[in-house]
Nanobody, 119 residues
């Protein structure tokens, strides 16, 4: 059973930092690129960051580039988006995503973790 469990969300002041995590299970984590999305209140879900299977290549949305850093630990089956210089507009539910192939073919999502940036 494929599972993605996000954690680490919470309330943070503008300018602050937060590191989320996504623990994966049920598939060969080291074979797949991982994605982080977010959904601000009242808006559509948007892609924030992508990391390749080895962690060698990362890409970011313009809205988070230079402030967010995504990394992964394949030994722990976990991916970590570190978020710095947070702004109120970063307030959203953050989701982990993987698209699998083979017998587990499909898009899988975690339940999300809430990040609120407010003074």
């Amino acid at each position: 059973q494929v599972q993605l469990v996000e954690s680490g969300g919470g309330l943070v002041q503008p300018g602050g930092s937060l590191t989320l995590s996504c623990a994966a299970s049920g598939f060969t984590f080291s074979n797949y690129r991982m994605r982080w999305y977010r959904q601000p209140p009242g808006k559509e879900r948007e892609l924030c960051a992508v990391i390749t299977s080895t962690g060698g290549v990362t890409t970011y949305a313009d809205s988070v580039k230079g402030r967010f850093t995504i990394s992964r630990d394949n030994a722990k089956n976990t991916v970590y988006p570190q978020m710095n210089s947070l702004k109120p507009e970063d307030t959203a539910v953050y989701y982990c995503n993987v698209d699998l192939g083979g017998t587990l073919y499909g898009a899988y999502w975690g339940r999300g973790t809430q990040v609120t940036v407010s003074s």
